[in-house]
């Protein structure tokens, strides 16, 4: 078992200063049908392209600061200790245009060893 401390991701340093950070947190364990992703997103900035995954599913946790989920070109405010659920296919980004750090968890489904992932244009 492993427990994510989601107030030790809340406040550790970001370690590429000024820029957007993501670490894979469940490769070192093994998974093999979740993927999983601490995400910081700084400020004025996006946290990845929009996209959707095929078969893929998501969870988002917001563990700290505010933001917007784009969702199908709609925008979704989110704040610290909102759940997310993504289906798969529906086409999605984490955006920030606050002035301080968005950081949150994310899980997602996923065939072992492959990835589902669609960018859109």
């Known amino acids: ?23 894979d947190i ?37 563990i700290s600061g505010e933001g917007l989920e784009v969702v199908e070109g709609g925008e979704i405010p989110v704040k610290a200790g909102d759940v997310l659920y993504i289906p798969a296919g529906e086409k999605h980004t984490i955006v920030n245009r606050s002035q301080g750090e968005l950081r949150y968890l994310a899980f997602m489904t996923q065939a072992p060893g492959k990835t589902d992932r669609v960018e859109q244009k």
Do not use: C, W
């Open 1 to 23: 078992m492993k427990v994510f401390r989601g107030d030790k991701f809340a406040r550790m340093e970001n370690p590429t200063p000024g820029k957007t950070y993501k670490k």
């Open 26 to 62: 469940l490769k070192e364990l093994g998974s093999r049908g979740l993927h999983g992703v601490f995400g910081l997103v700084v400020p004025h900035s996006q946290g990845g392209e929009y996209h959707h995954h095929e078969l893929g599913e998501h969870i988002i946790v917001i």
